[in-house]
């Protein structure tokens, strides 16, 4: 039976970033360490999009910045500046490979390409195995998922399903100093549904479409509603499909178990994205830099204020109950407020006064109505 000082299992976005921010800290140091994936990463199989004020840890593999976004429905065409804020695009093969590369300097470190099963907890630490052998780690990380069935949360709960297209024109489309955040023109079905277009130049960008529901279209259906988006809004000249990427994000304000005896959860899995809208990237990062600096004492792993779990709470049952459509709710919050205050709102970083007044301009009836409902529960 092998032990460890440290297992983290899963390799991805979450793991990494937490080997990446404890190295750089000087906390690995004479650690035995554990990394656990089936896999190495290194494809270019997620494109992570967030908004920061200045300068991220990851800064030098930044793909492309916007200070200005669009966003549109069917009776608004927004322009916003982001003020303090800038809109970035980091693509998975230059984050795993940055990050792989740092960690590779670590003398303790130990890679194991398979699953890890029978996770538990025991007064030792966290016992699992691996490749039907038994290990034993002082402190695990997981970033493994928790399955979930909609039917069966009773919190608000919409997956957020999505499929993207990398494209090229053959004729100058694109605006690469503008971004479009959110563009709802398209049936919304009594769901939630809308494009984003995140442009590199003048004839390159991602078009993607995300649908807040729990029913999942087909491939064929997914990419019909691009083609027909781009012919309508973009170009009606010819275009090549260089890459496709998809992907489903759970959004609910369950409380996830995040910590089971020295056993921690991270990442999807530890509830880190943002249950209203999905973002996961810049809370990970903020997340893993705080474990990273305490460690090994645990700070709180709470990843969003609970008041901010109530208003996501609020939203998500609007939604899902269809009693607000998603395209006058967010376009409405950045007609209505300056685009900084939303974006530090939906960062989870606005004050209660912040806060307080972005709510002012909501629909005050059935805002305040879930919200009381969903305080008692």
């Given amino acids: 039976m092998k032990s460890y000082d440290l297992a983290v299992i899963g390799g991805g976005l979450a793991g990494l970033s937490l080997l990446y921010h404890l190295h750089r800290a ?46 549109h429905n069917a009776g608004a065409n927004l322009t916003c500046d982001l003020g303090a804020f800038t809109y970035k695009l980091i693509r998975s093969t230059h984050f795993y490979a940055k990050t792989q590369e740092a960690i590779a300097d670590v003398a303790g470190l130990e890679r194991r390409y398979a699953r890890a099963t029978d996770i538990r907890t025991i007064p030792e630490g966290v016992r699992f195995a691996v490749d039907g052998e038994t290990v034993v780690a002082k402190q695990a990380f997981s970033s493994l998922p928790h399955p979930l069935d909609h039917r069966a949360v009773k919190a608000p709960y919409l997956d957020q399903h999505f499929r993207g297209w990398y494209v090229e024109t053959e004729e100058d489309t694109f605006d690469p100093a503008v971004a479009t955040l959110m563009d709802f023109r398209t049936p919304q079905l009594g769901q939630t549904r809308f494009f984003y277009v995140l442009p590199f130049s003048e004839r390159r960008a991602m078009v993607e479409i995300a649908i807040f529901s729990n029913d999942h279209l087909e491939t064929q259906e997914y990419d019909r509603l691009l083609g027909e988006y781009v012919a309508a809004y973009w170009t009606k000249g010819g275009y090549r499909i260089e890459h496709t990427e998809a992907g489903n994000i759970p959004m609910t304000t369950y409380s996830f178990p995040r910590r089971e005896g020295k056993l921690i959860h991270i990442g999807l899995g530890g509830g880190d994205a943002r249950p209203s809208t999905g973002y996961t990237f810049y809370n990970v990062q903020r997340k893993m830099m705080q474990i990273a600096e305490a460690y090994p004492r645990l700070p709180d792993l709470s990843p969003w204020p609970e008041r901010h779990l109530l208003y996501d709470a609020t939203l998500l049952r609007l939604l899902q109950n269809g009693v607000l459509p998603g395209d006058q709710v967010f376009v409405g919050l950045f007609r209505n407020n300056p685009p900084e205050r939303v974006l530090a709102f939906l960062n989870g970083e606005s004050s209660l006064v912040e806060e307080l007044r972005l709510m002012s301009t909501v629909p ?12 008692l529960r």
């Fill in 364 to 375: 005050l009836a059935p805002f305040a109505s879930t919200f009381a409902k969903e305080l």
């Fill in 26 to 71: 000087g906390k690995l140091a004479g650690q035995r360490v554990l990394l656990v994936d089936p896999e190495r990463k290194q494809a270019n199989d997620r494109t992570w999009s967030f908004w920061e004020a200045g300068s991220g840890p990851f800064e030098d593999i930044v793909l492309q910045r916007w200070k200005g976004v669009t966003l």
